[in-house]
């Protein structure tokens, strides 16, 4: 029974391993300092879509505590993220969804536990953002599925998203 046993606890000490090791994305997202007598935050959604148009909801930010779900209204403002996968969705996404950002720099991260998920192949993630009284962008930036080697990418917006950088780890 001593030898099953020390076999159950080295293969899991191998699972943990290779956990430990899993391939991840991280995701910085610059939300733009905006000086205007008026400035809400912008809500903003950010997926992986693969080339048959499947999304892969990583992070929305918006209104999400409003006690009467008026935010959720104006989710559709985020228009291509809204007709490709908000409209059909039940809100708040778990684990995806959460309040609007402040001005700054912010990360979002996608571990190799949800990536191996996935099946291969290329990948583009997509930010995009949308702001009462404001401005509407989007910025997308290549994957490829598996992460075989580190790699890096970065785009920049120019009124409501500032740098976005992603870093891709094997």
Do not use: C
């Not at 008026?70 to 403002?77: A, H, Y």
């Not at 708040?92 to 700054?104: E, H, I, K, N, Y």
């Not at 998920?117 to 290329?122: R, Y």
């Amino acid at each position: 029974m001593r030898p099953f046993i020390a076999t159950v606890v080295t293969a899991l000490a191998l699972v943990t391993v290779s956990r430990a090791k899993a391939a991840e994305l991280s995701l910085s997202v610059e939300i733009p300092r905006i000086r205007m007598a008026e400035y809400h935050r912008p809500y903003v959604a950010i997926w992986l879509e693969d080339a048959a148009g499947k999304v892969t909801n990583l992070a929305l930010w918006y209104n999400v505590n409003n006690p009467r779900k008026e935010g959720d209204r104006w989710l559709r403002d985020t228009r291509q993220w809204w007709r490709k996968a908000g409209r059909v969705l039940a809100l708040p996404l778990d684990g995806v969804s959460s309040p609007t950002r402040s001005p700054g720099a912010h990360t979002v991260r996608m571990d190799g536990a949800a990536l191996q998920t996935l099946p291969p192949g290329p990948y583009k993630l997509t930010v995009e953002a949308a702001r009462e009284k404001g401005d509407y962008e989007i910025l997308t930036l290549p994957v490829q599925l598996p992460v075989s080697k580190k790699a890096a990418a970065q785009a920049k917006g120019e009124t409501e998203l500032g740098l976005i950088r992603l870093i891709m780890m094997p």
